[in-house]
């Protein structure tokens, strides 16, 4: 949002030298010509429209924010009085702002403008005079300035204030309330009567805050930052509401106020915030409008839509990445896995200091990425009758499936070819192939002899040279639901009373189990991918997952969406894997 400046005048005479304060009313509901794209306008600010939750605000020099010099105080206090907002300030002890003071004391510097952002605009015309009256005005900082803009704002001087017929009791609440005094504050000022003027229950006010201030520990103050009232921070935090409407989750304590919104709710901001006026408009047109104008209510469906795809999709996850590496495409074109040979060690430096060069086989896998995409529509009925359940079960559907189409990929490069696995470009052999010494002759179920001798042939591969070990650690064992209860009771660990019952394998592996390989018996041993990958999944770099857009209906009446996976998947090395083809 832009950032706006109001400026008004104010009397000297309501600074008090002492304190360091002055009290100013900073905005009234008095029209300010502006200009925007479309010309020039009247702005409205109507004291109703102030989000006064930021009470201590920066008192700055002619609005600089470049440096710290520049901030002279503070706010004591802001408040709505009637059609006005009055602000209680006070100035800072340092020895650069005095000379400030004593400007506002003799009536040479009486220019106070106020920094605010608005978060909507409600148009109208005042005769020929096209205006924008504010929806919600938040108040940023308070500005010392020569050159004001609002006639009617102004500092309220001792003699004004005397004027006010305001009832007594009333303004005893009033500036107690203001400075945030305790009861007996107000009971004295009762007590006293005819003896203290209202002038005086008012310095009284402020020299009794400033003392409390003085004596306790600062409270810690939450602020409203730039980015807080961002239309895009407001509508991601609207998303994040619906969704959890949508998911049945918890949300965050800043979108928690958006929970009890419906889609119409939603519809009316949205409009409000690209200047569209909607108390006369039924749900049906509300809807329209949101739908096809140019407000950010499509984006504000999208985004919640992606958010509960995107949870759906996780949740749905194939244990298969767990064993797999994963890394990003720039583009569709065949991805290219480079492996470099080991050293086998350093070699000795001749009695003349020779370092003989070293040199070391390659050899390349590949694979590319593939587009798998489906789309829904969210009908103009479901959108009238708020039928969040319907986009919700949309939404979960296609983040599932999502996750299943990567599964499936990643499956089957371990059970094509009858569990051999897709044929490696190193050597023109399957995966898995007994000259690879990562398959075994005889299937077997897991048990402590087996899970050695699988844990044996991975220490003891060799690298590219066929010379150097690698020592592949094990790290995960994957079954699938047949084999779940068995693999688990051979991983616990057992506080033997033995030495011949100790279970070598507690501790050191992780169980996977992949539901997708139903009755199979097969099982599989990896390594740690970070360290020796075997697999290797991607994305397209701009489009990391499932991604969720949307248009307006063409062939429905309604929302149409549509959910787009770039994946690709392929086998790069066999040296960090083991399998064993079960019973």
Not at 427 to 434: E, I, Q, S, T, Y
Request: charged share 25%.
């Amino acid at each position: 949002m832009e950032s706006l400046t109001r400026t008004a005048t104010f009397g000297a005479t309501s600074y008090n030298a002492e304190t360091r304060t002055f009290s100013a009313v900073v905005a009234t509901d008095s029209p300010v010509l502006r200009h925007d794209a479309n010309g020039p306008f009247l702005e409205i600010l109507p004291a109703d429209a102030f989000d006064l939750s930021a009470q201590n605000l920066p008192v700055l020099d002619s609005h600089n924010t470049s440096t710290v010099r520049a901030v002279l105080g503070r706010t004591l206090s802001i408040r709505r009085e009637g059609a006005e907002i009055v602000a209680d300030v006070q100035l800072s002890t340092a020895e650069d702002v005095g000379p400030i003071g004593q400007r506002i004391a003799d009536g040479t510097l009486r220019g106070v403008s106020l920094g605010y952002r608005v978060a909507g605009w409600s148009p109208g015309r005042n005769g020929g005079q096209r205006t924008k009256t504010a929806l919600r005005v938040i108040p940023r900082e308070i500005t010392l300035t020569s050159n004001p803009a609002d006639p009617n704002a102004k500092v309220r001087t001792m003699e004004q204030e005397t004027l006010e017929t305001e009832d007594r009791a009333a303004l005893i609440a009033r500036v107690r309330a203001a400075h945030n005094l305790p009861e007996e504050w107000a009971t004295r000022m009762a007590d006293a009567g005819d003896e203290i003027s209202d002038d005086q229950i008012r310095q009284d006010a402020r020299e009794t805050a400033l003392a409390a201030r003085q004596t306790r520990t600062a409270p810690v103050i939450r602020t409203a930052t730039p980015a807080q009232d961002d239309p895009a921070v407001i509508r991601n935090r609207q998303a994040e509401a619906l969704a959890a409407r949508m998911g049945g989750e918890a949300p965050s304590d800043a979108a928690r106020p958006f929970m009890g919104y419906g889609l119409a709710d939603h519809a009316r901001e949205a409009l409000a915030r690209a200047g569209v006026a909607t108390r006369a408009l039924g749900t049906e047109e509300l809807m329209t409008r949101a739908m096809h104008g140019t407000s950010d209510f499509p984006a504000l469906l999208t985004e919640s839509g992606n958010r509960v795809l995107t949870g759906a999709y996780r949740r749905a996850e194939s244990p298969l990445k767990t064993i797999a590496r994963q890394r990003t495409a720039t583009d569709f074109r065949p991805l290219s896995v480079l492996k470099l040979g080991e050293f086998s060690g350093l070699k000795k430096v001749s009695e003349h200091g020779e370092i003989k060069a070293m040199t070391t086989g390659e050899a390349k896998e590949g694979y590319a990425l593939e587009t798998f995409g489906g789309t829904f529509a969210l009908s103009r009925k479901a959108l009238v009758n708020d039928d969040l359940g319907a986009f919700g079960r949309w939404s979960e559907m296609m983040g599932r499936a999502a996750a299943e189409t990567e599964a499936a990929q990643l499956l089957g490069l371990l059970t094509q070819a009858s569990g051999a696995g897709p044929i490696m470009g190193e050597d023109g052999k399957r995966l898995f192939h007994a000259d690879h010494g990562n398959l075994t002759q005889t299937g077997a179920a897991p048990d402590e002899s087996t899970l050695t001798a699988a844990r044996k042939a991975l220490r003891t591969m060799k690298g590219l040279d066929g010379k150097t070990p690698i020592s592949a650690t094990p790290r995960f064992i994957l079954v699938g639901p047949e084999l779940e209860t068995d693999v688990e009771k051979l991983l616990a660990s057992i506080y033997a009373t033995t030495t011949d019952d100790v279970n070598p394998h507690a501790g050191k592996l992780s169980l996977l189990v992949e539901p997708r390989l139903g009755t199979s018996k097969a099982w599989w041993v990896f390594s740690d991918p970070a360290v020796m990958p075997v697999i290797e999944y991607a994305y397209l770099s701009s489009a990391p997952g499932p991604q969720l857009a949307s248009r307006d209906g063409w062939e429905v009446l309604g929302r149409e969406f549509r959910v787009v996976l770039d994946f690709g998947c392929g086998a790069t090395d066999w040296r960090g894997a083991f399998c064993n083809p079960g019973e």
